[in-house]
């Protein structure tokens, strides 16, 4: 894996648990919500790896769009 911040074992609590997935407490208010997914969506934007190797790329893409966006969507709604 090429990134340190999302290790196997975090991705697997991610894919259940929206709150893990985006770092949040699950008291967790929708304004807090929304700035913490814009935290990490910039981090892993395609545009803010550019010169990162081509797998570290993918992985970023994959994590952004198979389990950040999707755990965004569901908190959201819930809210």
């Known amino acids: 894996m090429a990134n340190p911040d999302f290790t196997s074992e975090w991705i697997k609590v991610a894919e259940r648990d929206p709150y893990a997935a985006l770092g949040l407490s699950v ?5 807090r919500l929304t700035k913490r997914y814009r935290q990490i969506a910039k981090r892993l934007h395609p545009d803010a790896q ?14 952004l769009t198979k389990i950040i966006n999707p755990a965004y969507q569901r908190l959201k ?3």
């Open 77 to 79: 709604q819930e809210n």
């Open 50 to 63: 550019i010169g990162a190797p081509e797998a570290e790329q993918a992985f970023a893409q994959q994590v």
């Open 27 to 31: 008291v967790a208010d929708e304004r």
